[in-house]
């Protein structure tokens, strides 16, 4: 603050902004390494809001007016849940859909397969374009990419006039094959535009020319849905931080991990569904690897939902068959979970008598029924008060005191009256059942994917997360859990870490043994081209661009693929063999075995183009020794779930804990935007980061010893 007075211009910082379904998060770092956590009300109907008054808040903490603030910003990164909520709710555009005659189902036929083979009630989601806005147009072109029907352009004007009296907003154009030849689409959308001008256009050939009928219609639909949506909020966003003079770069983060600028993302706009979570696994691997770890599993637990994904090799795994509200998103994606378990979820008894949580969720309004603002239903957040995890005059650092008595009359009014139970028994329930949920979910993005949970340390964020932590790793039997000081704005702290991100795939059928050559290196070289062009148009200077390369590669005659990393002397010489013994390797632990003796065919080639960010330092610390008495500030009543009674357990002042510092389970860290609730079977160890360490008591000095090893400030990260 002492710089900021009469410095106007001087200092610059970068902004991280993550808006979620009750808080909008923001870490605000400054050139010297402080870091600054903020959070504020999230504002649904329209995000903008939320952002700019948390900008207000932040202004005002540093001493400054607004227009001087935010004139001082160099980089805003923002992950944004516009797109998210479109289609979560299906209010997105009235959008239609041009394709090949004869096609017009596909939408709704999906993959044709039953998706829950055991389940009889199953029925697939309504598409987001109803059959009389999917309108078919005679053309034809195969696999090879040869035109067999030209394409009936009378038709396409047909389908404008029958959009425009429709009042379309949005139009996805899908035709057969039309990744090996984009013509017919690319005439189609000429029409359209001179037809249909202000239309939202998204032809599959330029969003994702790829083998697979079903899986472009899908995402191109889902695309232009959001299309309009997200075009019109940011064009609005950009115009409110114009008027608050920003002249910083305001960068969007996508669903593959990394960020780009609103032009780019206005284009592809479903690359943003899992916008907000994706900086999840960015902020893990930094975190993690402040400890000398390669490997992580990042655990969000927000006031609605929870996200789980793994990283391996400092990676985050990606898939391309992602999923949003059960539709397909066929783009490459970050391989997150996401279920309804976080501090609003709201618990219920069936009619079975059962006690349940989520994945309803009270949300930012009316929050939980100890925020006071109208809540009626339990929440997890409630149950966490009553079992003395929350303090209620410290929420949000005392600017927010929580109803306890409120809080025990809808937890003894809908849980422990209808299930015979007191009060205390009902909210230990609802804790226990919510664990029991997100570690289900960490079991998805791990044992099904042939990780053993056990051999990742857990890091954990949001700001309900730290909470639930040590109870979701004993489930788990994972030893080590780490709980970023920034943990209640982790996917914030993500989004300044992450890089420029943009993916191409090209689809190159041919049986592995036989792959051409020249066309394979042709392929590859043909997308790197494009990502440079892409980079370079974002300012990015040569020397900061990489390339990723990947392979889609099955054995002769199954469905799916598995994605094969490629190296770039591999992608060079076309070493097949190389790519073929990867691709047994990563089959058996997907699945449990390979077959060795099976041939294999290549079905896609893909790219992902990075440009490298400056990142932000954070500032480390010094080491202060294991005494972490300094930091105590009381003692409380608390509730430890494996002895199923309440004990006064040690509080401390996380703010006060440094680098080292010690603290014997069980206890409570509090911070001002979150709870660490510290187990009986764990211990605490603070690391240079200003980290929170928990450790299985049982492994204390192989972890101790690490952490005070992987603490050194001479070490890198």
């Known amino acids: 603050n002492h710089r900021a007075e009469g410095a106007v211009g001087e200092m610059r910082w970068r902004l991280g902004v993550d808006v979620g379904g009750t808080f909008t998060d923001f870490l605000l770092a400054d050139e010297d390494g402080n870091a600054q956590i903020h959070k504020t009300s999230s504002t649904p109907q329209d995000p903008s809001i939320g952002l700019m008054n948390g900008l207000a808040e932040l202004a005002d903490l540093k001493g400054l007016g607004l227009l001087d603030f935010v004139s001082q910003i160099e980089l805003i990164v923002h992950g944004t849940t516009v797109a998210t909520n479109a289609v979560l709710t299906e209010t997105g555009a009235t959008t239609g859909l041009l394709t090949t005659e004869g096609f017009r189902d596909a939408l709704e036929m999906r993959r044709g397969i039953r998706e829950e083979l055991y389940n009889n009630k199953y029925t697939a989601p309504r598409p987001l374009v109803p059959r009389r806005l999917r309108l078919p147009v005679r053309e034809r072109i195969d696999y090879a990419g040869q035109a067999v029907v030209p394409l009936h352009k009378d038709s396409v ?159 985050p795994l990606v898939v391309t068959d992602g999923q949003i509200n059960r539709r397909l998103i066929a783009l490459p994606t970050l391989a997150i979970h996401t279920i309804g378990a976080g501090g609003g979820s709201i618990g219920w008894v069936d009619d079975g008598g059962l006690l349940r949580m ?227 390797a990563a089959h058996d632990r997907l699945y449990g075995y390979s077959l060795p003796d099976t041939p294999a065919e290549l079905v896609n080639l893909r790219l992902s183009a990075l440009g490298r960010t400056q990142k932000p330092r954070f500032r480390e610390q010094g080491y202060c020794g294991e005494d972490s008495s300094g930091a105590l500030k009381g003692r409380r009543m608390v509730y430890l779930p494996s002895a199923k009674r309440f004990a006064e357990v040690d509080v401390y002042d996380g703010e006060r804990l440094g680098h080292g510092n010690r603290i014997v389970g069980p206890a409570i860290v509090e911070q001002l935007t979150t709870t660490v609730f510290v187990s009986p079977e764990y211990n605490v160890m603070c690391d240079r980061l200003g980290s929170y360490t928990l ?23």
């Open 157 to 315: 004007y047909e389908a404008a006039r029958a959009f425009r009296k429709q009042g379309v907003q949005a139009v996805a154009i899908c035709f057969m094959h039309a990744y090996a030849n984009s013509e017919h689409e690319q005439v189609a959308a000429e029409i359209l535009t001179q037809e249909m001008p202000g239309a939202y256009l998204s032809p599959s050939s330029q969003l994702l020319p790829q083998v697979r009928f079903y899986d472009r219609v899908s995402t191109a639909v889902l695309n232009s849905y959001v299309g309009p949506i997200l075009s019109s909020y940011l064009a609005s966003l950009t115009e409110k931080l114009a008027g608050a003079q920003f002249r910083g770069v305001l960068l969007v983060m996508q669903s593959n991990g990394g960020v780009t600028s609103p032009g780019v993302v206005a284009k592809s706009p479903v690359n943003t569904l899992l916008s907000g979570p994706a900086a999840g696994p960015i902020a893990g691997v930094f975190y993690s690897s402040a400890q000398g770890y390669d490997d992580c599993i990042t655990a969000d637990m927000g006031g609605t939902s929870f996200d789980a994904a793994l990283v391996k090799n400092r990676a």
């Open 358 to 584: 989520g994945p309803r969720s009270a949300g930012a309004s009316p929050g939980p029924v100890c925020y006071g603002r109208g809540g009626e239903l339990p929440t997890c957040t409630d149950a966490d008060l009553l079992l003395g995890y929350l303090n209620k005059d410290y929420f949000l650092g005392g600017r927010m005191r929580l109803d306890y008595d409120r809080a025990a009359r809808a937890i003894e009014e809908h849980i422990a009256r209808p299930l015979g139970l007191d009060v205390v028994e009902a909210a230990a329930g609802m804790y226990r059942l919510i664990n029991v949920n997100m570690a289900s979910g960490i079991r998805e993005v791990s044992v099904k994917r042939g990780f053993d949970p056990r051999d990742f340390p857990l890091v954990v964020a949001g700001g309900a997360g730290p909470i639930h932590a040590a109870m979701i790793a004993s489930e788990l039997e994972m030893p080590l859990i780490i709980v970023p000081r920034e943990s209640s704005i982790f996917c914030a702290a993500g989004m300044l870490l992450s890089d420029l991100k943009h993916d191409f795939v090209r689809t190159y059928h041919s049986a592995l043994d036989e792959v051409d050559a020249d066309r394979f290196r042709e392929l590859f070289d043909e997308m790197a081209e494009e990502g440079e062009r892409t980079l370079r148009a974002e300012k990015v200077p040569s020397e900061r661009v990489s390339f990723q390369r990947s392979c889609d590669v099955r054995y002769v005659g199954q469905y799916h693929e598995v994605n094969v990393p490629v190296e770039g002397h591999e992608a060079r010489q076309a070493d097949t063999a190389s790519i073929l013994r990867r691709f047994h």
């Open 695 to 717: 450790y299985l008591k049982a492994k204390a000095a192989e972890y101790e010893t690490r952490i005070k090893e992987a603490t050194n400030p001479g070490r890198r990260l």
